[in-house]
Every structure is written in C-alpha cells, then in structure tokens.
C-alpha cells in the first residue's frame, strides 16, 4: 500500500530556513507527481508547491523566490528547501503524491503532515 512519510518540520524564528522531506513507498511501478500543500490556523489548505515525475516544479506565489521543490539523492524522496521564513509561513505541512503511468496507476496519497512553526 502506498505510504508517505514527512520529516523535517520545527520550530525556527523568522527568517530561519527549513527543509521537509517527503519520501514515498509502495506504490510499485507507477511514477508520481509530489505536491507540498499547507494549513495554517483558521485557513483553508492551500497548494504550495510541485514537482513532476519528468521535473518540471511549480510553486505558489507567496512562496516563489524562497522555496525550492528538488529530487532527494533517491527517487522516492522530495525535499523542500523552504528560506527566509515568515510567521504567515506557519501550518501544517502536507505531502501528496498523484500516482501515473501504467493502466492500474490511478490514485491520489496525502500524508499525515508536518508542523512549522515560525516566530517574529
């Protein structure tokens, strides 16, 4: 069965850097596209940012210019490097992954998330 795990989340102050990992497993031969989404207190989730099997990334707006999507040192890890952290960054992070490829490949995983905390 397909299995994600975070890792990575703290408590930093502002400006401070994180990385959170996502690293799947289980899911066969199927390829995957990854999405990091978040959800702060009061807040709706929100998507933040992705990275395709082929590579191509994406990110939202509010976190374009400091936070980078990348392929870990093996395939089934993606790490977000998140940079000058702000105080409005602070939720619960998520890793989903979008499962592709052959016939039978067809599904949607979310993690169990990732807590950042970031203080002014």
């Known amino acids: 069965q397909v299995r994600l795990e975070e890792s990575g989340g703290g408590s930093v102050q502002a400006g401070g850097s994180l990385r959170l990992s996502c690293t799947a497993s289980?899911?066969?031969?199927?390829?995957?596209?990854t999405k990091w989404y978040r959800q702060g207190p009061g807040k709706e989730r929100e998507f933040v940012s992705a990275i395709r099997s082929d590579d191509l990334t994406s990110y939202a707006d509010s976190v374009k210019g400091r936070f980078t999507i990348s392929r870990g040192s093996t395939k089934n890890t993606i790490n977000l490097q998140m940079n000058s952290l702000k105080p409005e960054d602070s939720a619960m992070y998520y890793c989903?992954?979008?499962?592709?490829?052959?016939?039978?490949?067809?599904?949607?995983?979310w993690g169990q998330g990732t807590q950042v905390t970031v203080s002014s």
């Open positions: 289980g899911y066969g031969t199927c390829s995957y596209d």
């Open positions: 989903k992954i979008d499962t592709k490829g052959y016939y039978y490949c067809s599904g949607s995983f």
